[in-house]
């Protein structure tokens, strides 16, 4: 069977996007909150294919995941155990507060741990656009979750003027 959705806003990809994710096979933390953003997304969105039973339900298996491959420092790797990755600990963090936003039931403990943690890579000195574009994330979810970020952002400025001066205003960071 086929669908087919039409509209001016993107939220109509969100349902096909959904189906997709579902079925996919792998369980690391980024496939696992990719996983489960659309749901939290939908959540309070009936008319755009959103469940709120499924969102819980999805909230907690993420939970549990994600608990699993939050590290001491509450950094997340892409499997248990593994190293932590900063992007991917931004990205969960990220996955959290939305659900926290929608007042979705998150776990204080967790979501605290992965906010200091992101804290940490907020404070970093970048050696590359990339690592700048994962900090500036970070600064921007920490800001949004009502975090005084200004401490941060010299550093940053600083490494993008003087090693991305030509690039990293056209780049997402």
Not at 43 to 52: E, H, P, T, V, W
Not at 107 to 125: F, G, H, M, V, W
Request: proline residues 5%; charged residues 20%.
């Amino acid at each position: 069977s086929a669908d087919a959705a039409l509209s001016t806003l993107p939220l109509s990809l969100i349902p096909g996007l959904k189906g997709y994710l579902e079925r996919y096979p792998y369980g690391c933390t980024e496939q696992t909150v990719s996983k489960a953003l659309p749901a939290v997304l939908l959540y309070g969105n009936a008319d755009l294919g959103g469940d709120s039973k499924l969102a819980e339900t999805s909230l907690r298996h993420t939970v549990t995941r994600l608990r699993e491959m939050q590290n001491s420092e509450g950094g997340f790797g892409y499997w248990p155990g593994g190293s932590v990755n900063d992007f991917v600990s931004v990205y969960a963090l990220h996955y959290l507060l939305l659900a926290r936003e929608k007042h979705m039931p998150v776990p204080d403990d967790l979501l605290r741990r992965a906010e200091e943690y992101a804290k940490q890579i907020a404070a970093k000195t970048p050696n590359s656009l990339s690592e700048a574009r994962t900090i500036a994330y970070a600064i921007y979810l920490l800001t949004r979750d009502g975090v005084v970020t200004a401490n941060y952002l010299p550093g940053l400025l600083q490494y993008l003027e003087n090693n991305a001066r030509d690039t990293w205003r056209n780049d997402l960071t």
